[in-house]
């Protein structure tokens, strides 16, 4: 298997002409039949889920999986809480805010009581994508500039603005022409060998090279006569490949001197994911100029949101008008209430930095002498798996990892990669328990000796 | 009142300091305190909802109000088999379409039965902005061009792209620089003067005066080296203020001369609306290359679509990769079954050909002898009542229809504007019947005195 050339189409199969199932190779076909060409299946082998439990998923013939990927159902597939929230709410009124409603007012206050006392103010929108393009729009009136700088991977969303935004679609998609890359802040190729996984947690220089980066990605803007805006970044680095160390205080400091705005992409550490603190961002001891949220916000109904500050806000809330129609329904709203609700009625939070510590714990205790895993790192609960085609040249090997990624799904634990296709992603629903973990362990266990034979 | 800049601008209000009953000022004075700027409510005077059902919604006092606005919950508020189908899969499963699930399968071949042979796949989106904004790219990546028609008043979405594609957001957002405009297809007023509001209907010159604005926005395109790619058009022109007759076949043909694509934005026209016809387009007799559609898809659940000719998306398909994380969700999908489901056995096209055909003649014998009436037209339940200033200089009165939604508000009656902010937009859930017609024409009767004085 050769690498792809982009993180998108990695894990990602038509699965059409494939060896499959007859029940599963006329679903396939049908679904080839009538989707665009753009849709691609997780697997060589696809799998057809039916139900969901927790961090549970079951498939057509009663064959359970645990789910060590979605993050979406944060709390739990089919949580009775969320779902209850939502049957209510749609048996009663979904309209739009042009009405006044309780649950929004509400609901804003109780988000807004987790942000930084400066994120003062909430919009709502339909998905991350929509977040991202808006606070974008945003950063651009408040500052006078159009210049955003990204990271080298980066994915940001699927508009025609954010997808020039995220380098992680591949060359066919051209970025925007005031975008610059800065590169991934890649701690484990920055470093001096260790020999041992996870080091990388404690490394104290990556802030200060990031943030020279940073400088000199907008040092080339102001040369082409592009008036800087915004630093973007999801503050674990997800789509580059899990890059968890607190170090982005510099970096936003250089952008604050510039003029900029740091727009915190929280769509995948947000909402507790990583564990010891409720958003990213707080774990790099920096306050954001803008701040995007989707993904678990709603446990899997559609809805995003942009906070920000007031004053970042105005520029563009004065003079150009926004309304999303179905952003802020009450259907959405009361799945986002349940959510928050739910995550702290459960410790969600706690459970995800307990769970997810010792998950990069016995990794790291499992890989130790695996010369193809190069390196495990994380926040709460999404961690990342190096794989590499040997530790000295740490050179990815994004085959292996696909490899890994299948042997895991025929041992029915459903992950996927992420980086430039080399790192695999664990990022289990938040309620992921120390069973769970187990049945992990051991899978992860079995299939890395398969890899070890490759 | 003075005329405002933008459509969006009117029957738009903050509400902030307005004389309000106390727990509506506080309600206001806490949303304020929380949304973004960009919020707006309807009224002076705003409505607190708290239910709905069928064409009714129920204020926090218990106050019914009659719904002729709300096109999103088009199989009526809150219906019972739409939550029943959110409920049930909310609580059994909703993940993505990274995995096989049976519905999304079942609902696209049923969604695509009702559109032309050549119209054979879809992609799913959650709003009706994220659909045009895809369109557009597949559309580019098809032709090799950049260049983009639209109407003069059109509002085709809020992501950077498609509000560049939107003049009715005011001129504060600036088009996009490869956008060309061409005038509203106004039949009233491009006619000799009739005296009878409807006459419209028609008039069989406004398709190729219409194609003659088009052909030459395409070559004002081309004369600036700006390759053109598509017309993107709302088949009944709601933004510029409901225009329905018969008339894009023309200007479709010299689209496809020019080496372009028709886009049917069928957001506000599609599902049943126009009632001779399930799509808007079909009024038309012409078959788009890409169709999006949004707005009542779910009945509130956000769920959009693209439909498009395969050939058209191969381009696109072949080369970006897209994913839409809660685009074509079990639950969105299951709402979306539901509506459809609705629409056939409630038999609600028939219902919106018959109550709008009535409704459109009950309102020209009342508004025969009203001098500040221009002109009453529509399709189905999409109906526009064009105020002016006087029949014979048929100016725009703003001020007037404003005048108008306010009244029939304190009436009970739920309305808005459309158009330069002069057209009254009628537009209930397709629910709508005989007895809720006879309760708006009262009403309107009534309110038509008060603007009869002003």
């Known amino acids: 298997m050769a690498t792809r050339s982009t993180i998108m189409d990695t894990n990602s199969f038509r699965a059409e002409g494939a060896a499959l199932p007859e029940a599963t190779a006329d679903l396939v076909r049908r679904r080839g039949a009538v989707l665009g060409p753009s849709y691609r299946l997780f697997y060589r082998n696809p799998v057809h889920l039916v139900a969901g439990h927790g961090a549970h998923l079951t498939d057509a013939d009663g064959v359970d999986y645990l789910d060590v990927y979605n993050n979406v159902a944060s709390v739990g597939h089919a949580h009775p809480r969320v779902v209850a929230a939502i049957a209510e709410q749609a048996a009663t009124l979904n309209t739009h805010t042009r009405y006044l409603h309780d649950a929004i007012v509400g609901y804003s206050e109780d988000l807004l009581s987790t942000l930084p006392d400066d994120v003062d103010r909430v919009m709502y929108l339909c998905t991350g994508s929509e977040a991202n393009d808006l606070a974008v729009r945003v950063a651009q009136a408040h500052t006078g500039g159009t210049g955003v700088v990204v990271s080298a991977e980066a994915y940001h969303g699927n508009t025609a603005l954010t997808s020039g935004l995220s380098p992680a679609l591949g060359t066919a998609q051209p970025l925007g022409a005031d975008v610059r ?144 129609t179905f952003g802020g329904n009450p259907v959405s709203i009361a799945a986002a209430q349940a959510v928050l609700d739910v995550m702290r009625d459960e410790d969600l939070q706690a459970n995800a930095l307990r769970v997810g510590t010792r998950m990069r714990e016995e990794l790291r205790a499992l890989v130790r002498d695996h010369p193809r895993i190069g390196d495990v790192r994380g926040a709460g609960l999404y961690v990342g798996v190096d794989v590499v085609t040997d530790r000295e040249s740490r050179t990815p090997d994004v085959a292996g990892a696909l490899d890994l990624v299948e042997a895991l799904r025929e041992r029915r634990v459903l992950t996927s990669v992420c980086g430039p296709g080399n790192v695999l992603k664990l990022r289990p629903p938040l309620v992921f328990d120390d069973a769970d973990l187990d049945r992990l362990l051991t899978e992860l266990d079995d299939a890395l000796r398969g890899l070890g034979e490759g």
Chains 1, 2 share one sequence.
């Open 181 to 324: 890359l800065v590169p991934a802040p890649d701690g484990y190729r920055l470093s001096p060998p260790s020999g041992l996984p996870g080091w990388v947690d404690s490394e104290p220089d990556v802030g200060t090279w990031f943030a020279d980066h940073v400088a000199r990605a907008i040092a080339d803007l102001e040369r082409h006569g592009v008036r800087f805006a915004a630093l973007l970044v999801d503050s674990i680095f997800s789509s580059d490949g899990v890059f968890p160390t607190g170090f982005l205080a510099p970096a936003v400091e250089v952008v604050h001197r510039a003029g900029g705005v740091l727009i915190a992409d929280e769509v995948q550490p947000g909402f507790a994911r990583t564990g010891s603190t409720f958003w990213g961002f707080e774990r790099h001891g920096v306050v954001p100029d803008l701040v995007t949220m989707g993904k678990p916000m709603g446990n899997g109904i559609p809805v995003s949101g942009l906070a920000a500050r007031s004053e970042v806000l105005a520029d563009f809330g004065e003079s150009i008008p926004y309304f999303n």
